[in-house]
């Protein structure tokens, strides 16, 4: 069923089964998630989700950003939750919604291609698992990354990982680890490291950057564990930033954030901090949970936002 923008807010909803919500619901698909894969089996999934028992309202994505503003119209209408059916730039983009509007809580049906913010939030992948997580209704607050007035539910990637996510984007026929494999061959060898320079917490770092992970969680890619340590609501940022360094060197870094050893390799940078600033002289390529984006020069602001979303999600996560 096709949700109509009326103006109107929603009821609490009734399942089939009888389970009532305590507050309205209602669902944002994107139809390009998983490479447009979402959007062609859709009409397969939206009767299974009702089946499991989450007899909910949805609306479907015209285009990129269109979530975010689906969201603040949602919670301007009084729906109390928001779930995004989707991958990670969906989520992200259902976030940045409910941040502008100033309330909502998010729940995540993870349909997308890496879907590491469902393993941030310890939701499970398997699509029954993640409506019974829904239904349940347990909710928690977690931190958001924000960057220049933008905020993020799981991890920031700029240099040669955004680098990466833009040509990945381009890529629908392989999915997962191995389009992020693919891509990051020819960027390996293409991508340049700018000069840059990193302020925390009264000390400085100052040379050419390979790439700059700020994350909220432990993974992004489909597994790439460049933070291993990090965790949704300690009120920090996870930072990892590799200098710049020759093909080869890239090469083995690569390997060790699949591994989740990163950090212990010669050349990396890794801090927890509750903001620092970034300084540089050209664009640098940044993905947002997998939405391409670009920092701007002179600099460039990143802090945490402690508690600043509620999600359905089991507090054990």
């Not at 990466?164 to 693919?182: E, F, L, S, T, W």
Request: aromatic share 4%; with cysteine.
């Amino acid at each position: 069923m096709a949700l109509k923008k009326d103006g109107a807010g929603w009821p609490p909803v009734t399942s089939h089964r009888g389970i009532r919500y305590t507050f309205a619901v209602r669902i944002i698909v994107n139809p390009a998630a998983a490479g447009g894969r979402l959007g062609r089996e859709w009409k397969r999934l939206g009767p299974k989700v009702r089946g499991f028992g989450l007899d909910a309202p949805y609306v479907m994505t015209e285009a990129p950003g269109h979530a975010t503003e689906l969201a603040v119209d949602a919670v301007g209408e009084g729906v109390g939750t928001i779930i995004a059916a989707g991958g990670d730039g969906t989520v992200c983009e259902v976030v940045e919604g409910l941040h502008r509007a100033g309330g909502g809580r998010l729940a995540i049906l993870p349909l997308g291609t890496g879907n590491d913010a469902a393993r941030t939030l310890g939701i499970p992948l398997r699509l029954p698992d993640a409506v019974r997580t829904i239904l349940a209704g347990r909710t928690r607050r977690i931190d958001l990354l924000s960057v220049d007035g933008r905020v993020v539910l799981n991890a920031i990637g700029a240099g040669l990982t955004g680098e990466i996510n833009r040509r990945a984007a381009a890529i629908k026929m392989i999915r997962g680890i191995a389009v992020y494999m693919a891509t990051a061959v020819a960027s390996l060898f293409s991508y340049r490291a700018p000069e840059v320079r990193l302020d925390a917490d009264g000390r400085s770092w100052q040379g050419t950057m390979t790439m700059l992970a700020v994350h909220n969680g432990p993974t992004t890619g489909g597994g790439f564990r460049l933070t291993p340590a990090a965790r949704p609501a300690d009120g920090l940022l996870d930072v990892c930033l590799v200098e710049g360094m020759g093909v080869l060197r890239r090469v083995t870094r690569l390997v060790a954030g699949l591994r989740g050893r990163l950090g212990r390799m010669p050349g990396t940078l890794e801090l927890q901090t509750a903001s620092f600033d970034l300084s540089f002289n050209e664009p640098i390529p940044v993905h947002l949970d997998g939405n391409q984006w670009e920092l701007k020069p002179p600099r460039a602001s990143f802090a945490v936002l402690p508690g600043a979303l509620e999600v359905v999600a089991d507090s054990r996560g």
